[in-house]
């Protein structure tokens, strides 16, 4: 991914309220069942910082998050990088919606180009794994109805 590319851009609708959607955003024990299930913890706080390892197969990735953006319910925004990696990104969620659906997008605005010779740092890399995530949690509230 590069900072001359195409914003990457997934978005769609979610059955079940903003607070709910916010929740599950947010909330470290509700995303770890939908999203990585070792994220250690996460606060909505600007300046909070996680990290944890990904097992893509051939590479293990050590995920470093930093919460730079929070404006509950509407936005959650953080900085991704990966140790030993040249590359930053941001992942932006933005929510609106009422009471019985929300409309989640994820925009992925790239900071510092990633390295060219790293399959998962590709453009169409990205865009399939935010696919598959928001699959996830449309998924997770479809079968949930747990989360506040």
Partial sequence: MKTSEALVVVEGDIDGSVTRLWHALTDAQVMRQWFFDNIPDFK?????????????GERQFLHQWEVTEVKAPAKLAYRWT??????ASQSVFEL??????????????VEEDFPDD??????????????YMLDQIQ???AKSDDLA
Avoid at 44 to 56: K, L, N, R, S, Y
Avoid at 96 to 109: D, V
């Fill in 44 to 56: 909505p706080e600007v300046g909070f910082t996680t990290e944890f390892m990904v097992d893509a």
């Fill in 82 to 87: 990966f140790s030993g990696y040249a590359g």
């Fill in 96 to 109: 609106s919606g009422n009471e019985s659906s929300s409309h989640l997008r994820i925009s992925i605005p």
């Fill in 118 to 131: 790293v399959p998962e740092f590709t453009r169409e890399s990205c865009l399939g794994g935010w696919e």
């Fill in 139 to 141: 998924k997770h509230f």
